[in-house]
């Protein structure tokens, strides 16, 4: 899809009755890693705008690339199409009636009346009226009427054109059909309202036969007239030969949501201080036998690429020695404990760090 111009400047008018949006668009939420891509979604419309276009790869789609490093919360407006057709004989099913063209409409016409540049007819056949051009069918490949170009070659010159009654405050979707019907050059086609064009130009596959669509959303503000029109902005007289066919200029109904784009947060850090005795200390599946900071890659839940960080501090285990002395028959206190033979002894304590402390008597027996 090609780029919705002004459309984000543009006061967004709600379509709604007693509060119920008319044509509501569907989004749902999604979980991404970091800086990878992940799709989002909308339906219920028949055209879209995202805001903010940062980090999407099309902001003009249902269904854009998001590539975003953080969490980021989109809106997307709705366009839904209303079933009235304000062009007039927009299939050309009536022949030449009904629009007005710069081009030259010539009679009678045969199979060189495309000649030469600025020349245009309705018809079925292309190849009926230039002997270069190809027999394409029209847009409904039924038969029908399509309007057939050898382009001009001034840019801007109006190859149809035809005056409607619009509301004011209210967006529109004006688009066509084209197709080249000669190999050289295919058309560059732009809409024009009130002289001013809209969107931005739509270059034609060079694809015989080929019908593609060109549109262009475009918001009326206080206007309730407009003289519409498609323009020619290629100029180059070789080829650049064309049909054009099924123009529509429908009112637009809108609706927005938002879509939120969750990246969670993967780094974790975790502080732990234990105790020598206590070492190697395990984490995530790795031994540390000594103090330092530690980074492991893991996998999220999600999938996503999650560092940890390890703080380890490493507490010291302590030891005491106590050399005591008794007469025969008396005894001695130590750590809680009554000694009256000689001997060494030891208590484990914990220390001011909360580790062991390891305190050794060495009890000496004076006879």
């Known amino acids: 899809m ?12 709600s379509n709604s009755i007693l509060g119920q949006v008319l044509c509501p ?28 276009a940062t980090g999407l790869s099309n902001a003009n789609i249902s269904n854009p690339i998001a590539n975003v490093p953080s969490t980021t919360i ?22 030449n009636t009904g629009f007005s063209s710069n081009y030259f409409y010539p009679t009678p ?5 495309l000649q030469p540049e600025g020349n245009y007819v309705v018809g079925t056949n292309p190849k009926s009226y230039h002997a270069n051009f190809s027999a394409c069918k029209d847009h409904t490949s039924n038969g029908g009427k399509m309007l057939i170009v050898n382009g001009d070659v001034v840019a801007n010159t109006k190859v149809w054109g035809q005056p409607i009654t619009v509301k004011a405050n209210t967006y529109y979707a004006f688009y066509a059909y084209v197709t080249p019907v000669h190999k050289d050059n295919p058309p560059v ?46 100029i180059i007289a070789n080829g650049n030969d064309f049909a054009i066919d099924d123009i529509k200029f429908v009112e637009l109904c809108t ?53 940890a960080t390890l703080m380890l501090t490493v507490r010291n285990v302590t030891s005491s020695t106590t050399n005591a002395n008794i007469c025969q028959g008396s005894s001695y206190n130590f750590n809680g404990t ?17 580790c062991d402390s390891i305190a050794t008597l060495n009890l000496m027996v004076n006879v």
């Open 2 to 13: 090609k780029s919705i111009k002004y459309i984000l400047f543009l006061l967004f008018i």
């Open 25 to 52: 668009i569907t989004t749902s939420d999604v979980v991404a890693c970091p800086n990878t891509n992940k799709q989002l979604n909308a339906s219920g419309a028949s055209f879209y705008t995202w805001t903010p």
């Open 74 to 95: 989109y809106s997307v407006t709705g366009f839904t199409e209303t079933t009235i057709n304000l062009i007039t004989n927009g299939d050309f099913s009536a022949g």
């Open 109 to 113: 016409q045969n199979s060189t009346c």
């Open 189 to 234: 086609l732009q809409f024009s309202i009130n002289s001013g064009v809209i969107g931005t130009p739509f270059a034609s596959t060079n694809v015989l036969c080929n019908w593609s669509r060109f549109y262009a959303i475009w918001y009326s503000g206080s206007t309730t007239s407009a003289n519409i029109s498609i323009v020619n902005q290629n």
């Open 255 to 307: 609706s927005t949501n938002t879509v939120k784009v969750v990246v969670p947060n993967l780094t974790s850090s975790t502080s732990i201080s234990v105790c020598s005795s206590s070492l190697p200390y395990n984490w995530n599946g790795s031994s540390y036998n000594s103090a330092g900071t530690y980074t492991k890659h893991l996998l999220s839940v999600n999938g996503c690429d999650s560092v």
């Open 338 to 354: 009554t000694y009256s033979t000689a001997g060494t002894y030891t208590a484990t304590l914990t220390n001011a760090v909360g």
